[in-house]
């Protein structure tokens, strides 16, 4: 198994432009979540999606866009980028609840710098 | 909603010493618990949880927590720090409910090995 993949691995923006942050989990996990990780701050949910077609704002939704239309995939969307969101962003995956088991894994992240 | 306080951004410990590390939750519900650790450009990596059952928990690379329902505490120990433990630590909580996906995490721990 991969686990969690993450693409691009580092990314550069200009102000304005939109891109597709990609997430792929090959463990077949019900739950994924996006985080972001910003010094000092900890990890911050941004969304998370408890099955395909299931999608929810976390706690710093404002900007990003996401949906869930497999199992396997949850693509993170920058609407339009800025500053504030030059960031690590983590995508994460986990077991649905029937499972008992609450561990999430975690992928290798994606920098991404906003000029 | 669930909440974690974890204090000093920064920690130093001497080789050999123990580390010790603090992580207070707020939970309305019974928690699950979790340290994560990341290394330099890394994602992140389960270290150890608690979700039911012994409140004494032991995790990789020697690392045990224990969970403190009267204290709303899951410190994390280690008696003899390595120089591999140069990392940063983060704790988290995660609420029981069925479809919960909404993992809370504290600021983190940069911990330095002195040799």
């Known amino acids: 198994n991969a686990g969690v993949t993450q693409t691009p691995k580092f990314q550069v923006l200009k102000t304005g432009q939109s891109m597709t942050l990609q997430c792929a989990q090959d463990?077949?996990?019900?739950?994924m979540s996006w985080y972001r990780q910003d010094p000092g701050m900890g990890l911050r949910l941004i969304h998370y999606?408890?099955?395909?077609?299931?999608?929810d704002q976390g706690e710093v939704p404002n900007g990003y866009n996401v949906s869930r239309s497999t199992t396997e995939d949850f693509p993170l969307r920058l609407l339009s980028a800025a500053p504030s969101q030059t960031s690590v962003y983590f995508c994460?995956?986990?077991?649905?609840?029937?499972?008992?088991?609450?561990?999430?894994?975690f992928g290798p992240g994606t920098r991404l710098t906003v000029l | 909603a669930q909440s974690v306080t974890q204090l000093g951004s920064h920690v130093s410990v001497s080789e050999g010493a123990l580390v010790l590390l603090r992580c207070n939750y707020s939970?309305?519900?019974?928690?699950?618990l979790f340290w994560y650790v990341q290394y330099p450009n890394q994602g992140l990596q389960l270290l150890l949880k608690?979700?039911?059952?012994?409140?004494l928990v032991k995790g990789i690379n020697g690392f045990e927590a224990e969970f403190k329902k009267s204290e709303t505490s899951f410190h994390l120990t280690k008696p003899s720090a390595h120089m591999s433990d140069a990392a940063e630590y983060f704790c988290?909580?995660?609420?029981?409910?069925?479809?919960?996906?909404?993992?809370?995490f504290g600021k983190g721990n940069q911990v330095v090995v002195i040799p």
């Open positions: 988290a909580v995660s609420d029981t409910g069925y479809g919960n996906n909404r993992l809370a």
């Open positions: 994460a995956s986990r077991p649905g609840a029937a499972s008992g088991y609450n561990e999430q894994f």
């Open positions: 999606s408890v099955g395909a077609g299931i999608t």
């Open positions: 608690y979700t039911t059952g012994a409140t």
């Open positions: 939970s309305s519900v019974p928690p699950y």
């Open positions: 463990m077949n996990h019900e739950y």
